[in-house]
């Protein structure tokens, strides 16, 4: 059974920063995983995804303000976010999937329980 819990959220004002976690229990190395986001009102949106090895994808709205990425030695994945804007603001979720099965931001099983960011 994998379980993951992510930290970091907070409120910041806009320009800010934060970085999110997301420490993954059973099976981590190589899973593929990826950052998504929920406002109120706003369908989920796929943020960032990182392969098992390599190999990442952002949503055009965040490239080049936010970075993924993954310590496989401490079952933790990572989201830098920079130049945070108040259209960031959302809870934000971590996922997995088996990289065999889905795409980029299609076919994760397993869900974290959130983590709120606020910019404003």
């Known amino acids: 059974h994998v379980q993951l819990v992510e930290s970091g959220g907070d409120s910041v004002e806009a320009g800010g920063s934060l970085r999110l976690s997301c420490v993954v229990s059973?099976?981590?190395?190589?899973?593929?995983m990826a950052w998504f986001r929920q406002a109120p009102g706003k369908e989920r949106q796929g943020v960032a995804a990182?392969?098992?090895?390599?190999?990442?994808r952002y949503a055009d709205s965040v490239t080049g303000r936010f970075t993924i990425s993954r310590d496989n030695a401490k079952n933790t994945l990572y989201l830098q976010m920079n130049a945070l804007k108040p259209e960031d603001t959302a809870m934000y979720y971590c996922a997995a999937r088996r990289c065999w099965q889905g795409s980029w931001f299609i076919g994760y099983e397993y869900r974290g329980q959130g983590t709120q960011v606020t910019v404003s």
């Open positions: 990182i392969l098992a090895r390599d190999g990442t």
């Open positions: 059973g099976y981590f190395s190589k899973r593929c």
